[in-house]
């Protein structure tokens, strides 16, 4: 501000607005810190557990089997769910078994120790039934269903704290498919498989 000969004179601040600025109330300090605490805490317990979480195994819709592909094989467990198997990352091995009769394929991804198994639901998947889950960090479920929105199976996967995967696929007609503890990159491609999972024309249009 300037008076009459053009100098600058200093704002003078009324004693009651000055009072007003000085005197907020106590608690609005500590009040916004610990908001500000709060939130800070809530999104890095978040940030770390997104870390932590492997992506989630997508989800298999069961539709009536499309023509095969070059290139690709097609397996038929014992109660007719049918997997697509590329040549190229996978091979096939299949043994009879007499008790229950049947059919067991262990489909082994290549230059690894990685596999999937189809047979039946039985003794075979104990482990990926009982123990796995106990030991595991994470534990999921979801529902199985086809294009037409039907209940088919169920879909179980977890991680343990070596951050290896393990998933097991129960289908409501008996057949199952599972791998154990498998590395996320390997596991992501046996997932290729299990997403495959199709019936005959016949079997999906009368379900």
Excluded at 3 to 27: C, M, N, V, Y
Excluded at 100 to 124: E, F, H, Q, S, T
Aim: net charge positive; hydrophobic share 40%.
């Amino acid at each position: 501000m300037e008076d009459a000969t053009g100098r600058s004179t200093p704002t003078i601040l009324h004693p009651f607005a000055k009072q007003k600025l000085l005197e907020s109330p106590k608690w609005v300090v500590p009040t916004v810190l610990g908001v500000v605490s709060v939130s800070s805490v809530a999104i890095y317990l978040l940030s770390l557990r997104s870390s932590r979480v492997p992506s989630v195994p997508p989800a298999i819709v069961v539709s009536a089997c499309p023509d095969l592909a070059p290139g690709v094989r097609r397996i038929t467990s014992d109660f007719g769910t049918r997997f697509d198997v590329s040549d190229k990352a996978f091979t096939v091995h299949a043994g009879a078994r007499d008790m229950p009769p049947g059919l067991l394929y262990v489909v082994k991804l290549k230059d690894a120790d990685a596999n999937i198994v189809v047979w039946r639901d039985d003794d075979v998947f104990r482990d990926l039934k009982t123990a796995f889950p106990v030991f595991s960090e994470h534990v999921e479920q979801r529902s199985i269903r086809t294009t037409r929105e039907r209940l088919v199976g169920t879909d179980r996967w977890g991680y343990l704290k070596s951050r290896e995967r393990w998933r097991y696929v129960r289908f409501s007609s008996g057949d199952a498919v599972g791998y154990g503890p498998t590395l996320p990159k390997e596991a992501s491609v046996l997932d290729q498989v299990l997403g495959s999972a199709c019936l005959s024309r016949d079997t999906y249009f009368l379900k």
